[in-house]
């Protein structure tokens, strides 16, 4: 069974804290994504990586770093959390450009994080 | 800018009747679609998708229909059970450079009424 794995199910931080979520896919997928979900917005993609060391900013990257240093890894970084970046978080991989193209992502339980 | 919009954001249905959710996109650029669904403190699981040389595709109960000059797609559930109940987003496959990314709709909350 394929599984993408979000270290933390629940998070509660301090503003202005360095924030790391982690997530780990064993599925040999090229591609790795990062969305954040909130009420009325939907998922919202925050950065997703096609290859290892490769990072490409998607719609709301503010605020966020991400790190992929091996295949099986994406983590995001927030570097300064702020109250506005209370959120269920969701990583998902997929296979990628190689492998049929059209992307049907796989994702993992969330992390809902509270920055308080 | 909402480029994929959902705009019932619930439907409550009964058990054993038909259930249509909508979807409409903006960027003529959107070459295939996708639903997922979401139940509680999980992650989204594909559903079913389609390609936009095609104006259907169906598996089991779910039928996703689309209608490119209108930029709509629609998602039908025949019959209706209460397991279906969970939050459905539709989404549409942009190629970014290297690869695809997906842009997501806002979501519709399903209630399925035994």
């Known amino acids: 069974d394929v599984k993408v794995t979000q270290s933390s199910r629940y998070l509660v931080k301090r503003t202005g804290e360095k924030v790391f979520l982690e997530c780990v896919q064993d599925m040999d997928h090229e591609n790795m994504f990062w969305y954040r979900q909130d009420p009325g917005l939907g998922l919202r993609l925050i950065y997703f990586s096609y290859d290892v060391k490769m990072k490409e900013k998607g719609d709301i990257p503010e605020g966020y770093s991400v790190s992929r240093e091996k295949k099986e890894r994406f983590s995001l970084i927030l570097e300064s959390a702020s109250t506005n970046q209370t959120s269920m978080y969701l990583c998902a991989s997929g296979p990628g450009q190689g492998r049929g193209g059209r992307e049907k992502l796989f994702f993992g339980s969330g992390t809902q994080l509270s920055v308080l | 800018d909402q480029q994929v919009k959902q705009n019932s954001p619930s439907l409550s249905v009964q058990e054993g009747r038909i259930s249509i959710l909508n979807c409409d996109y903006t960027n003529s650029m959107f070459d295939y679609f996708l639903w997922y669904k979401k139940y509680p403190a999980e992650g989204p699981t594909f559903l079913i998708s389609?390609?936009?040389?095609?104006d259907k595709n169906e598996d089991g109960r779910f039928t996703v229909f689309l209608n490119k000059s209108a930029k709509h797609l629609s998602l039908h559930i025949v019959p209706s059970q209460p397991g279906d109940s969970a939050v459905y987003f539709c989404?549409?496959?942009?190629?970014?450079?290297?690869?695809?990314?997906?842009?997501f709709g806002t979501g519709t909350l399903l209630a399925v009424q035994p």
């Open positions: 989404a549409a496959s942009l190629y970014g450079g290297a690869t695809n990314k997906l842009i």
């Open positions: 389609i390609s936009s040389i095609k």
